[in-house]
Nanobody, 121 residues
Framework: QVHLVESGGGLVQPGGSLRLSCTAS????????MRWYRQGPGLVRKLVAF???????GYTASVKGRFTITRDNTKNTVYLQMNSLKPNDTAVYYC???????????????WGQGTQVTVSA
């Protein structure tokens, strides 16, 4: 069981920046991929960004050029740098991890508790 703990959320003005952190209870080198999701008020949870074990990254269109996902393997931590924040970035941001392949070819999935990001003047 992998435990994920997010931090770094808060209240920021439009145009501002925040950096979210997600620290895993074990080496993230053992994980296939790590992702950031967000869930706005009354909305479904959606994928924001991912980083694979080979370093490949991807972003949803609405955050490309503004958000950057990185990883520090020595700290078992994944970061989401969020710049030029907009009010519609307001959401609870969740860290997600995909485990290695199991014997039955399935993968376990893990979630953090979420951190609130509010973008408002």
């Amino acid at each position: 069981q992998v435990h994920l703990v997010e931090s770094g959320g808060g209240l920021v003005q439009p145009g501002g920046s925040l950096r979210l952190s997600c620290t895993a209870s074990e080496s993230i080198l053992s994980l296939n991929a790590m992702r950031w999701y967000r869930q706005g008020p009354g909305l479904v949870r959606k994928l924001v960004a991912f980083i694979r074990d080979d370093g490949d990254t991807g972003y949803t269109a609405s955050v490309k050029g503004r958000f950057t996902i990185t990883r520090d393997n020595t700290k078992n931590t994944v970061y989401l740098q969020m710049n030029s924040l907009k009010p519609n970035d307001t959401a609870v941001y969740y860290c997600n991890a995909i485990g290695p392949l199991n014997e039955d070819n399935s993968r376990d999935e893990y979630w953090g508790q979420g951190t609130q990001v509010t973008v408002s003047a």
